[in-house]
């Protein structure tokens, strides 16, 4: 007993923590207060510190997705004619790279883009949350990348921390651009074993930069892509044979981010538009009030369900159901989940699957009680029977989960970021309904219940 009550503690702890992370965004509370009224506005809390050097900024809001939030949706077919087969997945990869560096820098709010792979079509889906102008939209991701190599002229900005940046302003071109860049490719040093970047250049290139090389030894060579630098590194010799070697401080995944930017300007993928569709607002914001009042008449009737059905045993199930709907909200907007409409409806689906568990519990208790076993017995005996089958049906809604959010990019699954916000929420369903029909409900009954 001593033992059920510290796991309750915890729990109302949590529950606590929980309503505060999940409480609504932009919303006006009223009080009246000696006559008059004072009005709140009650938003979720946001991190913003530095602990041990390490800034951490995190806030609770919720994303929602372009169905929702309104916007515009491009999908975009790269023209692979002029790219090697060998080359071309790492082509697309790269044009994605330099699609998503434009629209952050834009300033778009939680965008979404994807790379889908039908046959020997190679697509680019970009999601624009807010932006209804197509025109605007098209015009910011429908460039090829721009990749230039560029000599300082005037001493560069130095910032608080000491970083140098190199700018437009402060830099000349040297005439090597992207045309003349054959490769770039993460590689290792034979020596230290260091992750570094290669660099492969056209013959012509070769020329041009070994000129360049022999004039700026000692001095930086900035490298912009799109107008923005990507990497700084100093002239060390001069390199004849058209193959350089950029080093640093690098992680590997910082190498191979950096090579594939280079690839975007080496490889040039001509896009076009082969669908644009714009959202209204309207329409997203009629869709939320439709899902939030399904979602709500969803979970009353499930919650009436369990009490009439089960009694005092159903309503602390429902109780443990209120739990999981804390738990759910949170982990949406903590990972976060960009929610669109087929992700509410896989939430929606979620909430029966939560009480399943205790249905199969209880029927199993109400088994152990008809073979004369003492109410206590019968509910420990409930909850153990019941796991295996609990555990094996929500494992198969697992897999089908992963599968349909298809993290591999496999070509024979789906893609579809509604699919896959479907199948996000399913899963995070499934889990947590896992966690409360067990953990949640068992000490609710251990704590509250008192059988027959």
């Known amino acids: 007993m001593k033992q059920t009550k510290k796991v309750f503690s915890i729990l109302v702890i949590l529950a606590m923590i929980l309503i505060i992370v999940d409480l609504p965004e932009n919303y006006k509370l009223t009080i009246p207060f000696f006559g008059k009224s004072q009005t709140f506005t009650i938003n979720p809390p946001a991190i913003d510190t530095t602990i041990v050097g390490i800034h951490i900024k995190k806030d609770f809001k919720t994303r929602l997705g372009l169905d929702l939030a309104g916007g515009t949706q491009l999908t975009l077919?790269?023209?692979?004619?002029t790219i090697p087969q060998v080359d071309r997945k790492d082509s697309l990869e790269s044009a994605k790279q330099v699609i998503e560096r434009r629209v952050?820098?834009?300033?778009?709010?939680?965008?979404?883009i994807q790379t889908a792979l039908s046959g020997e079509k190679y697509r680019i889906v970009v999601e624009l949350p807010g932006v209804t102008n197509t025109n605007e939209a098209i015009a910011l991701v429908g460039q090829t990348a721009q990749l230039e190599f560029r000599e300082h002229i005037k001493e560069p900005i130095a910032t608080e921390s000491g970083f140098v940046i190199p700018t437009i302003e402060n830099t000349v071109a040297v005439g090597i651009t992207g045309r003349d860049l054959k490769k770039s490719l993460l590689q290792f040093n034979a020596?230290?074993?260091?992750?570094?970047?290669?660099?492969?250049?056209?013959?012509?290139?070769?020329?041009?930069?070994?000129?360049?090389?022999?004039?700026l030894i000692g001095k930086r060579l900035a490298i912009f892509l799109d107008n923005i630098v990507v990497t700084?590194?100093?002239v060390n010799t001069e390199i004849a044979d058209g193959q350089a070697v950029i080093t640093g401080s690098f992680t590997v995944d910082a190498a191979k981010q950096l090579a594939i930017q280079l690839n975007a300007g080496a490889l040039p993928v001509p896009v076009k538009i082969v669908e644009k569709r714009t959202i209204g607002a309207s329409l997203g914001a009629d869709s939320v009030t439709k899902s939030v009042r399904a979602g709500m008449i969803g979970l009353g009737l499930v919650a009436a369900f369990m009490i009439v059905q089960y009694g005092w045993l159903g309503f602390l199930a429902d109780i443990a159901l209120c739990m999981y709907g804390l738990i759910t909200l949170f982990l949406y907007r903590f990972i976060p989940v960009t929610l669109t409409l087929p992700g509410i409806a896989g939430f929606i689906l979620s909430i029966g699957?939560?009480?399943?568990?205790?249905?199969?519990?209880?029927?199993?208790?109400?088994e152990e009680l008809r073979r004369g076993k003492p109410w206590q017995i019968a509910m420990e005996l409930g909850f153990g029977k019941a796991w295996e089958s609990i555990r094996d049906a929500n494992f198969t809604t697992i897999i089908t989960s992963i599968i349909l959010f298809n993290p591999g990019n496999w070509p024979f699954l789906p893609t579809s970021g509604l699919v896959r916000g479907f199948a996000a929420t399913l899963f995070l369903g499934v889990i947590t309904s896992l966690f409360t029909g067990i953990v949640v409900t068992r000490t609710l009954i251990r704590m509250f219940y008192k059988g027959k």
Do not use: C, H, W
Request: net charge negative.
């Open 191 to 215: 020596q230290s074993g260091e992750p570094e970047v290669g660099i492969q250049f056209t013959p012509e290139g070769s020329k041009k930069f070994a000129d360049v090389t022999k004039r």
């Open 353 to 366: 699957m939560a009480v399943d568990s205790n249905i199969l519990i209880f029927s199993r208790y109400k």
């Open 232 to 234: 700084d590194p100093t």
């Open 77 to 81: 077919e790269a023209d692979m004619t």
């Open 104 to 112: 952050n820098f834009f300033g778009v709010s939680e965008p979404v």
